[in-house]
Structures are given as C-alpha cells and as structure tokens.
C-alpha cells in the first residue's frame, strides 16, 4: 500500500460506503494511540485507506482482494456503534488468500527460526576460523530476510 494513500473517515450514521477492497489483507501495527488495520480500499473511483477499528476489521477480514462491499456505520437505540459489511449486490464472500503470518503457532515459528538460521550460517560459506562480528551481522539479516518470507510477514506481491 502506498504510504501517502487517503484515508476515508467513515463518519456518517447509516451511510452506504460502497468499497472494492484493493488486497487481500491489511496492514497492521500498533503506534502510541494503540493497534491499527490500515485496508487498501477503491472508492469513488479513487485508491484510499481505511483505518479499520476491530469491530470493522473484524468483518473486514472475511473478504480478499477484488471483493465489492458496502460498509454502513449504525448506532443502535443504545448508543453503541456497530458496522455492518456487506457484499455490493449479492456478489458472493470471496475469502482472502491465506498466508501463513496470523497461522503460525509458536512451534511452527520456532522451527522456522531454526531452518532459516542453519540457511543463513551455511550461505556464509563453511569455514575454519570464528565468525567476526561483521559475518554475524550478516547472518543476522540473512535470517530475518528468510523468516520475512517463512512467516509471510511481508507482501505477498513478490516479484516473481
């Protein structure tokens, strides 16, 4: 998603926001105002971002890339604010492709931290004499670079 994407405020009570979601999944983090799901979403005929709270991102999350919705914000007799999502005209749920980032259980994390440092000490080369601190560096980042892609905790847009 491009980071200067606009960003839809979805203020309006029982609005209709028709939306074309515009990845399979969003993207999430934490800043000093707590968790965040940022989706990549047509609107208007424009490329925009909505920042999901979990209530939203809750629903958001059944659908993948090219999936047409309309979102309504509603507040009930109580005050409370509900979302609902739902396919633009019938068109069917079509579920995100799954990447293996939000199925890892801790053992399947750790063994793949075991298999992408043994891949990244043996690309190093095999060798008589220690490591300097500058060959751990590099398994270091050679590491983190096949766990991005174990744990799918990078696009899924590869270039091949």
């Known amino acids: 998603m491009n980071d200067k994407m606009k960003t839809i405020q979805l203020k309006k009570f029982n609005h209709d926001y028709p939306i074309t ?8 983090g934490e800043s000093q105002y707590g968790p965040w799901n940022l989706y990549g979403v047509e609107y208007e005929g424009v490329e925009q971002g909505i920042f999901a709270e979990d209530a939203l991102h ?7 890339k090219g999936a047409r919705l309309v979102i309504r914000r509603n507040q009930d007799e109580n005050g409370q ?12 749920q079509r579920q995100p492709q799954q990447t293996v980032l939000k199925y890892l259980d801790d ?3 750790d063994i793949h931290r075991q298999v992408a440092l043994k891949i990244a000490t043996i690309s190093m080369g095999q060798t008589t004499k220690p490591w ?13 670079k096949l766990l991005e892609i174990l744990d799918g905790s990078v696009d899924d847009e590869l270039p091949f």
Request: contains cysteine; negative net charge.
């Open 132 to 144: 300097t601190d500058e060959d751990l560096q590099e398994i270091k980042v050679r590491m983190d």
């Open 21 to 28: 979601l515009t990845y399979d999944k969003c993207k999430s």
């Open 58 to 64: 809750q629903q958001l999350q059944k659908y993948g």
């Open 81 to 92: 604010l509900e979302w609902h999502v739902a396919p633009a005209n019938g068109s069917a």
């Open 107 to 109: 053992r399947t994390a």
